[in-house]
């Protein structure tokens, strides 16, 4: 009996009391992702804050005030997403009517408890996705852009998440990084080559206690090595416009469409369109020239367009004549010669020109290079003789 009140008494000593702790209610509206959050119309609840955390010992449970489902939440402590989120506890559930009023939530450390509510959701709107999701430009500094939903409940917030793909990590700070409430682009830097990334644009309404009550979030993936097309790529140069066209069956579901670009001019703006009505951002040329291959992922989400057939897929370049774009690598459902073996599938329209050119292989390169040093050692060679010019690796070099 000794032992045993010892025991007690030793565990009633280690219990730390629960000193905060906030919890949440939120319905949710989310695309598929690879990170494991939920997908769909789904419905979430939890506790932030929590001090002391899940590593010291703290657990959490929920119960449904009207239909007495129980759920331990989970522990975020330690599961790729640092700071705010380590001190987290969460369940995610599909939606349903009955489940969108409070839950009680029981924090437990040792002997320490503490009984919360979260707020009731009943009547709280679906917040519609951000549109024409977009990522494009240099690999490792790209910009994200969006158009704000147009529908449903007020945007309070718009936030964004970074996250590598291929560990399921959060990367951008302790928690999503606020944009205010009417942003609709962002610039990421310094992002790593050959890393796949999952880019997460967030827009919520908070009610009054300034918690978020309903949200969305939509997902776009963007990889940082940089475009190196090879061989044949396909140059339009503004008349004004020039139009490269082919017909497209569209998926059912939403889908990314990438390609890679290069302006040759300091002037003109590339547009994509499908069925005529432009998707994405309106790349524009830059203020300098860059050998440097851009690369551009847009998400075609249009409800009036997926699951469409005979549609007309357009890449277009206005502005001054003489402007001038590379496009090469697309990559869009069921496209034909998206590498540009050929112009076999693809329509030209305008009155600027479009043709297909080349981009030099590095070995090329290399190989044309080499040839030019030898040239001019073997003119020096000439003028100055062999005794001083003794070098034989070009002879040897081919």
């Known amino acids: 009996m000794l032992l045993i009140l010892g025991v007690c ?48 010992g703290t657990t959490a449970s929920a119960t449904n005030d009207a239909t007495g489902t129980f759920e331990n939440l989970r522990n975020l402590a330690g599961g790729g997403r640092p700071g705010l989120f380590g001190v987290e506890y969460s369940y995610a559930t599909a939606q349903s009517s009955n489940l969108l009023g409070p839950w009680t939530i029981v924090l437990q450390n040792g002997a320490d408890q503490l009984v919360l509510s979260t707020p ?80 997460r644009i967030i827009v919520q309404q908070s009610d009054t206690s300034g918690f978020t009550s309903t949200r969305s979030s939509n997902w776009i993936s963007w990889n940082a090595s940089g475009g190196a097309p090879l061989g044949n790529v396909v140059q339009l140069v503004a008349g004004s416009p020039a139009i490269l066209s082919q017909t497209v069956d569209l998926p059912n579901d939403p889908f990314n469409i990438v390609f890679d670009y290069r302006f040759t001019t300091t002037t003109g703006a590339l547009s994509v369109l499908i069925d005529g009505s432009p998707v994405g951002r309106l790349l524009e040329a830059p203020v300098s020239i860059s050998s440097e291959f851009l690369r551009a992922y847009f998400e ?99």
């Open 120 to 199: 009731d959701r009943n009547g709280v709107p679906k917040m519609e996705l951000v549109r024409n999701l977009a990522v494009s430009g240099p690999p490792a500094s790209p910009t994200v852009t969006w158009n704000l939903p147009t529908t449903g409940p007020t945007v309070s917030q718009v936030r964004y998440e970074l996250w590598n793909d291929d560990t399921n990590q959060i990367l951008s700070g302790q928690s999503p990084i606020n944009l205010g409430s009417s942003a609709a682009s962002v610039q990421l830097a310094g992002l790593s080559p050959n890393v796949n990334y999952a880019i």
């Open 300 to 398: 075609i989400d249009d409800s009036s367009l997926l699951g469409m057939d005979d549609l007309l897929l357009t890449f277009q370049i206005d502005g001054p004549a003489g402007s001038s774009v590379l496009l090469d690598n697309i990559i869009f459902p069921g496209l034909l010669d998206g590498d540009f073996a050929n112009l076999n599938n693809w329509t030209a329209g305008g009155a600027g020109s479009v043709r297909l050119t080349r981009v030099a292989e590095p070995a090329t390169v290399f190989l044309m290079v080499s040839a030019l040093c030898c040239l001019v050692v073997v003119r020096l060679r000439s003028r100055l003789g062999t005794d001083l010019l003794s070098d034989s690796s070009c002879t040897r070099r081919t």
């Open 9 to 56: 008494a030793s565990l009633s000593a280690q219990a730390t009391p629960i000193t905060n702790a906030f919890p949440f209610a939120i319905r949710d509206n989310e695309t598929s992702n690879t990170v494991g959050t939920g997908v769909g119309e789904t419905f979430s609840i939890g506790v932030s804050g929590v001090v002391p955390d899940g590593t010291q």
